[in-house]
C-alpha cells in the first residue's frame, strides 16, 4: 500500500519534471526572442525595405520581407492545401486497402521525410535551370508545396480517420450518396482537425529558409509581384542579416524572427476563431 | 407507403467469412418483425442486407434475393442509394450528426436529396418529430445541437431523422440497447405507433422485447462458432414464445442457451 502510493509520488514528480523539461527549451527560445528582437521591433521595421541602407545603419527594416513571406506562404497554402484535401479523402473515404492506396501513402510517407533543401534543389533544377524560369517568389511556393503536401496529408488524414463511421452509415442510411456524405456531414465534422493539420503544415513551412534561397533568391528591395523576380522571405531576411558582423544587423535579424513568430501566431488565431465561429451557427 | 419485403435463398459474406446462410423469410406490410437470437448469429448483419448497408464494409457481399413489393433490390440496374431512401435505418447506438441542431439533423435527409422549400421542411420536420414523440421535448430549441439531448432523445431523434425521407419500411438495430428502461418504453410505444404506416423489422437482444412489440419472431443461431447464422423458424410472436416448432428455439426462448 505504502509502496504503491510512494510510486504514483516519484512517477506524479517525474512526470512534472520531464514536462517543465519540454517546455524549458519552447519558453527560452520564446523569450530570447521576444528580449531581442523588440529592440528593433518598430514601426520603421515593419514599413521600410533594406533598400539603400548601408552595412552599419540602424534602420531598415522587413517589410519586403513580410511581403514575401506572406505572398509564398500564401501561394503554398493554395496549392497545397487542396492537393493535400483530396489526397487524405481518397485515402481514407475511397483507397480503402486497395494497392493503389498504398502506394499513395508509401509516397507520403517518403515525401515527409524530403529534406528542405531537398525540395529547394528540386525546383532548382526542374523549374529554373530546365523550364528557364526566373528566381520567383511563385518559385519558392513550389518548394515550399512540395514540403507542406505530405504534412497536410497525414493530419487531415488522421482526421479524418477520427469521424466515426456510425456518421457515415447514419448518411447512407437516409440514401445519401457517398460524395455528399464526405461533403456535407464527414468534412464539417472533421473540420476543426483539419484547420488544425493545415495550421500545422502553415506554420511548418513559413519558417523554412532552405527551399527558399534557390529559388526565391533573396533581395534588399520591395517586390511585390510573387511571379516576377528575386524576393525576400523572413527566413531568408533573418539568415541573411544574422550572418552579418554588426549588432544592428543582428538586431534586424531579431526583430525578424519575432515577426516570423508573430505571423504564425496570428494565423493561428484567426483560423481558430474562424472555425468558433462556424460552428456556432 | 409499407412494402412487403420477400428474401428468398439469401447468404451474406464479409470477405471470405459466410456470415448468413441461406435465409428465406417474407415480412409482412404494417407489422413489427423481431430478430432474435444470440450474439454473432447474423441477425444483425441479414437486417443490413435488407436495405444495401451491408455491402458498405468492405469486402462484404450478398447472393440471394430480396424484393420489396416487386423491386428486386439486389437487381444490376439499382442503385443501392435509391434503396436506401425507401428503407430506412435506426442504429444501435444513437448516432445524431454532431455538426448539426436538431432541426437540421431531422431535415437531413430531405435537405441533402435538395429539397429547398422552407415551409416543405418546416413542415417535415415537425410532422417527423411528432411522430417520433419528441415535438413537444424540443420544439422550443430545435436550433440546439443534437448531441445536447439526452440518450434516448437522441435515438428518437434518430428515428425522426429516419422517417423525415418518408422510407416504406424501417430497419432497426438493436435501438434501445443503449437506453435506459424509460427510453426503452418510449421507443417501445412508438414502434407500435409506426407500424401502422410502416414495415419495421427489429433486431434484439431482448426477447420480452421481442414479445411486447412485434408481431412475427424470427430466430436465427449458429450450429458452432465460425458456421454461419441461419434461420431456425419464423413465425407469430404468440406461437414461437408458447409453443415453437423446433427445439432450438424453445430453449433460447427458455433461456436454456444463449
Given at each position: 500500500m505504502r509502496r504503491r502510493k510512494l510510486t504514483n509520488r516519484v512517477m506524479g514528480v517525474l512526470i512534472a519534471v520531464t514536462f517543465v523539461l519540454a517546455l524549458l527549451p519552447?519558453?527560452?527560445?520564446?523569450?530570447?526572442?521576444?528580449?531581442?528582437?523588440?529592440?528593433?521591433?518598430?514601426?520603421?521595421?515593419?514599413?521600410?525595405?533594406?533598400?539603400?541602407?548601408?552595412?552599419?545603419?540602424?534602420?531598415?527594416?522587413?517589410?519586403?520581407?513580410?511581403?514575401?513571406?506572406?505572398?509564398?506562404?500564401?501561394?503554398?497554402?493554395?496549392?497545397?492545401?487542396?492537393?493535400?484535401?483530396?489526397?487524405?479523402?481518397?485515402?481514407?473515404?475511397?483507397?480503402?486497402i486497395s494497392r493503389f492506396a498504398k502506394i499513395v501513402s508509401y509516397v507520403v510517407d517518403v515525401m515527409t521525410g524530403v529534406p528542405s533543401i531537398v525540395a529547394g534543389l528540386f525546383v532548382f533544377?526542374?523549374?529554373?535551370?530546365?523550364?528557364?524560369?526566373?528566381?520567383?517568389?511563385?518559385?519558392?511556393?513550389?518548394a515550399l508545396t512540395i514540403l507542406m503536401v505530405p504534412i497536410v496529408v497525414r493530419g487531415c488524414e488522421e482526421m479524418l480517420r477520427l469521424v466515426p463511421s456510425e456518421l457515415r452509415e447514419a448518411s447512407y442510411a437516409l440514401g445519401i450518396p457517398r460524395w455528399k456524405t464526405i461533403l456535407r456531414i464527414v468534412l464539417p465534422t472533421a473540420l476543426p482537425g483539419l484547420v488544425t493539420a493545415i495550421m500545422l503544415g502553415v506554420a511548418r513551412i513559413t519558417g523554412e529558409t532552405a527551399p527558399l534561397l534557390l529559388t526565391v533568391f533573396g533581395a534588399d528591395a520591395i517586390n511585390n509581384d510573387p511571379f516576377h523576380g528575386p524576393q525576400s522571405g523572413l527566413p531568408l531576411f533573418v539568415f541573411d542579416q544574422a550572418a552579418r558582423p554588426n549588432q544592428v544587423a543582428v538586431d534586424r535579424a531579431w526583430a525578424g524572427a519575432l515577426t516570423l513568430i508573430l505571423i504564425v501566431m496570428a494565423l493561428n488565431v484567426v483560423a481558430r476563431l474562424a472555425v468558433r465561429r462556424r460552428a456556432a451557427h | 407507403m409499407a412494402k412487403r419485403i420477400d428474401v428468398s435463398g439469401l447468404d451474406a459474406y464479409y470477405g471470405k467469412v459466410h456470415a448468413v446462410a441461406d435465409v428465406s423469410l417474407t415480412i409482412e406490410p404494417r407489422s413489427v418483425t423481431a430478430l432474435i437470437?444470440?450474439?454473432?448469429?447474423?441477425?444483425?448483419?441479414?437486417?443490413?442486407?435488407?436495405?444495401?448497408?451491408?455491402?458498405?464494409?468492405?469486402?462484404a457481399r450478398v447472393s440471394g434475393k430480396v424484393r420489396l413489393d416487386e423491386l428486386d433490390i439486389y437487381a444490376p440496374d439499382v442503385d443501392p442509394?435509391?434503396?436506401?431512401?425507401?428503407?430506412?435505418?435506426?442504429?444501435?447506438?444513437?448516432n445524431p450528426f454532431p455538426t448539426m441542431s436538431i432541426y437540421d439533423n431531422v431535415a437531413a435527409g430531405l435537405k441533402l436529396s435538395g429539397v429547398r422549400r422552407k415551409s416543405v421542411l418546416d413542415e417535415a420536420v415537425e410532422r417527423s418529430l411528432r411522430s417520433a414523440n419528441l415535438w413537444v421535448e424540443v420544439r422550443s430549441r430545435l436550433n440546439k445541437p443534437g448531441a445536447s439531448l439526452s440518450g434516448g432523445q437522441q435515438q428518437r431523434l434518430c428515428i425522426a431523422r429516419a422517417i423525415a425521407v418518408e422510407p416504406d419500411v424501417l430497419l432497426m438495430d438493436e435501438p434501445c440497447s443503449a437506453l435506459d428502461p424509460i427510453s426503452t418504453i418510449a421507443i417501445e410505444d412508438l414502434m407500435v405507433e409506426l407500424k401502422e404506416r410502416y414495415t419495421i423489422v427489429i433486431v434484439t437482444h431482448n426477447m420480452q422485447q421481442a414479445a411486447r412489440v412485434s408481431d412475427v419472431t424470427a430466430f436465427f443461431t449458429i450450429s458452432a462458432p465460425g458456421e454461419p447464422g441461419r434461420l431456425v423458424e419464423a413465425d407469430t410472436t404468440r406461437k414461437i414464445f408458447s409453443n415453437p416448432a423446433e427445439k432450438a428455439t424453445e430453449d433460447y426462448i427458455t433461456g436454456r442457451f444463449g
Open positions: 519552447l519558453f527560452s527560445v520564446l523569450w530570447l526572442t521576444v528580449k531581442n528582437g523588440s529592440k528593433r521591433f518598430d514601426a520603421e521595421f515593419l514599413t521600410h525595405s533594406m533598400k539603400g541602407i548601408g552595412a552599419t545603419d540602424a534602420a531598415g527594416g522587413a517589410y519586403h520581407a513580410i511581403v514575401g513571406t506572406l505572398e509564398q506562404v500564401g501561394l503554398a497554402t493554395l496549392m497545397a492545401v487542396p492537393l493535400a484535401l483530396l489526397t487524405a479523402v481518397y485515402l481514407v473515404e475511397y483507397g480503402g533544377a526542374f523549374w529554373i535551370l530546365a523550364l528557364h524560369q526566373p528566381f520567383s517568389g511563385f518559385a519558392g511556393a513550389l | 437470437g444470440p450474439s454473432g448469429c447474423g441477425k444483425s448483419t441479414f437486417l443490413r442486407t435488407l436495405n444495401r448497408m451491408h455491402e458498405v464494409i468492405p469486402g442509394v435509391d434503396v436506401r431512401r425507401t428503407v430506412g435505418m435506426v442504429f444501435q447506438r444513437p
